[in-house]
T-cell receptor, first 113, second 112 residues
Framework: DAGVIQSPRHEVTEMGQEVTLRCKPISGHDYLFWYRQTMMRGLELLIYFNNNVPIDDSGMPEDRFSAKMPNASFSTLKIQPSEPRDSAVYFC???????????FGPGTRLLVL | DQQVKQNSPSLSVQEGRISILNCDYTNSMFDYFLWYKKYPAEGPTFLISISSIKDKNEDGRFTVFLNKSAKHLSLHIVPSQPGDSAVYFCAASEGGANNLFFGTGTRLTVIP
């Protein structure tokens, strides 16, 4: 199995631009999670889906952030407009019905100038 | 507010000695705790977990201890190896929910 796939691995953009992060979960997994890692707050859960339906988006910082999961094999996290404080590493993870078996992707390192 | 706290951002240990990583939590409803390990440029990987009905869980060189009254858990690595050098995240969940609350991580360096 290829594991969780994220793209791009690195993104540098200018303030005000739209950023789209992509994730392909492990086949057969029914949960998908988006996390953001910063030095100050560690790993923060932004949103998670179960069977493609958003369950908890209370971690999404503000309306500039949105996430979709149009099917079981693809999810996007969009930031529009991006701001320098959004600079972080964004991880996608997937699991099959259990918190302990969350498999993380390699992350997308985002830098907003 | 951070519900899971790792107050030591870094730890250095000599190869062969014990590494002890600590984690505190504030939510008394947490009933499942996990440790994840993260190498540079990779995502975190699950290492070991413990349910609140236990106070110890062991897997090879890794042992997690849980002190519910103190709302504290620790990860012991014995003996420490250079390949253990990574960032370790403590995480907790509540009542079977599928979201995890993570700490800020502790960077462990094992010196050969």
């Amino acid at each position: 199995d290829a594991g969780v796939i994220q793209s791009p691995r690195h993104e540098v953009t200018e303030m005000g631009q739209e950023v789209t992060l992509r994730c392909k979960p492990i086949s057969g997994h029914d949960y998908l999670f988006w996390y953001r890692q910063t030095m100050m707050r560690g790993l923060e859960l932004l949103i998670y889906f179960n069977n493609n339906v958003p369950i908890d988006d209370s971690g999404m910082p503000e309306d500039r952030f949105s996430a979709k999961m149009p099917n079981a094999s693809f999810s996007t996290l969009k930031i529009q407009p991006s701001e320098p404080r959004d600079s972080a590493v964004y991880f996608c993870a997937s699991s099959f019905g259990s918190v302990e078996t969350q498999y993380f992707g390699p992350g997308t390192r985002l830098l907003v100038l | 507010d951070q519900q899971v706290k790792q107050n030591s951002p870094s730890l250095s240990v000599q190869e062969g000695r014990i590494s002890i990583l600590n984690c505190d939590y504030t939510n008394s409803m947490f009933d499942y705790f996990l440790w994840y390990k993260k190498y540079p440029a990779e995502g975190p990987t699950f290492l070991i977990s413990i349910s609140s009905i236990k106070d110890k869980n062991e897997d090879g060189r890794f042992t997690v201890f849980l002190n519910k009254s103190a709302k504290h858990l620790s990860l012991h690595i014995v003996p420490s190896q250079p390949g253990d050098s990574a960032v370790y995240f403590c995480a907790a969940s509540e009542g079977g929910a599928n979201n995890l609350f993570f700490g800020t991580g502790t960077r462990l360096t094992v010196i050969p």
